[in-house]
Structures are given as structure tokens and as C-alpha cells.
């Protein structure tokens, strides 16, 4: 069954300094998602990527963040400057948009120190 | 701003029992609900869509939708110990991101 993944399973970084997230979509799939959960919170949307462009971003997606699709198959989320509060599991999800339905990947951990 | 609100639990449910669980909303545009199943450390895993008023089933589950009440609800009948986890309620507009509840820990006491 095809499914979203996701690399690396954690990173571990020190505040300040850039990491990039990646995610493989499903392959037939439209539109691409950020979301992110904090230890103990609800999972949070962060934005939506549709036709090689952000279709919605939330309040949380400010100038430190942004998405890319460089290739056919990656969607990648980079934060520019991490801080200790962008600490959280960060999940990719992928919808062909018939139905809205999302898969979620399983996540990368991000630890900033 | 969009709410979703769920009661955090823990909702503790015998084995074979039928768990019950719900979910309010605030924005009347949501078109989209869904359940998602999350186990500790993993990743959110749907289990149940619904679109219109009325009941869904899928197996054990069912979805049950009443925009006028802005409330969903998931039934889960002959509940399993695997059963346990925590139960994300999200809706959505039209290909939106998904506004999530904090979820319902569930137990299944076997």
C-alpha cells in the first residue's frame, strides 16, 4: 500500500542553525501538508502546498519557515533559524484532494538544543 | 479563530464494550471530518471520513455527523485492547489544512 515517507526519523540541532525536513509524498497525490505536534499537544497545521505553490499557511508558518518541491517526488520544510521552541514531532501529509482525505507520514523528530 | 474541541479523557471501556467518542466544532464552513488514531510516539493514522448528516460504518466504527449541533462522533463497537490510543477528531474546508482536536485517550480494559 503506497504511504508517505518521511527522513530523517530525528534531528537533533543546535538553536540557530538550518535543518531541513523531507518528505515523499504518495505518489498520485496533489497536495502536500506541514503539520507539527509538540510533546503533550494537539497537532498543528502549518501549511499547504498545492500546484507548486503554498495554497494556506497558518500563523505559525512565519519568515523562518518555508517549503519546496524541488523534484517530482520530494517536498522538503526548512526552517531557516531553528529555536528551542520549534522542538516537535513534524509530520508531512499527502491527499489526491478527491476527498480530502490526508495520510500522514511518520514523522521526524526534531530536537533543537 | 477554528476550535475543535474534544474531552481529553482518559475514557476507560471493558473489553467488547462499545466506546463512544466526541467532538465539537466551531467553524459552520468545515465540509470535511475525520478520525485519526494516534499511538504514543507515532504518527496520526485515519480511520473514518465523513461528509454528510447522518451515520457512517466501517467495520466497527462509525462516524456519526450533525452540522446543526456542530458535533461528530465515533463509535467503536466489540472494542479491542488494540483499541487503545488516543483519537484525534480534525475537520476541514474544502482541501484546507486539517484543524485538530487535542484528542480522547482511550483504554481498553481487557
Known amino acids: 500500500e503506497p504511504e508517505v515517507t518521511q527522513t530523517p526519523s530525528h534531528q537533533v540541532t543546535q538553536m540557530g542553525q538550518e535543518v531541513i525536513l523531507r518528505c515523499v509524498p504518495i505518489?498520485?497525490?496533489?497536495?502536500f501538508y506541514w503539520y507539527r505536534q509538540i510533546l503533550g499537544q494537539k497537532v498543528e497545521f502549518l501549511v499547504s502546498?498545492?500546484?507548486?505553490?503554498?495554497?494556506?499557511k497558518s500563523e505559525i508558518f512565519d519568515d523562518q519557515f518555508s517549503v519546496e518541491r524541488p523534484d517530482g517526488s520530494n517536498f522538503t520544510l526548512k526552517i531557516r533559524s531553528t529555536k528551542l521552541e520549534d522542538s516537535a514531532m513534524y509530520f508531512c501529509?499527502?491527499?489526491?484532494?478527491?476527498?480530502?482525505?490526508?495520510?500522514f507520514g511518520p514523522g521526524t523528530r526534531l530536537t533543537v538544543l | 479563530q477554528k476550535e475543535v474541541e474534544q474531552n481529553s479523557g482518559p475514557l476507560s471501556v471493558p473489553e467488547g464494550a462499545i466506546a463512544s467518542l466526541n467532538c465539537t466544532y466551531s467553524?459552520?464552513?468545515?465540509?470535511?471530518f475525520f478520525w485519526y488514531r494516534q499511538y504514543s510516539g507515532k504518527s496520526p493514522e485515519l480511520i473514518m471520513s465523513?461528509?454528510?448528516?447522518g451515520d457512517k460504518e466501517d467495520g466497527r466504527f462509525t462516524a456519526q455527523l450533525n452540522k446543526a449541533s456542530q458535533y461528530v462522533s465515533l463509535l467503536i463497537r466489540d472494542s479491542q485492547p488494540s483499541d487503545s490510543a488516543t483519537y484525534l477528531c480534525?475537520?476541514?474546508?474544502?482541501?484546507?489544512?486539517?484543524?485538530f482536536g487535542k484528542g480522547t485517550h482511550l483504554i481498553i480494559q481487557p
Open positions: 505518489s498520485n497525490h496533489l497536495y
Open positions: 501529509a499527502s491527499s489526491d484532494g478527491t476527498d480530502d482525505e490526508q495520510f
Open positions: 465523513i461528509y454528510s448528516n
Open positions: 467553524d459552520r464552513g468545515s465540509q470535511s
Open positions: 502546498f498545492y500546484n507548486n505553490e503554498i495554497s494556506e
Open positions: 480534525a475537520v476541514t474546508e474544502r482541501a484546507d489544512g486539517l484543524t
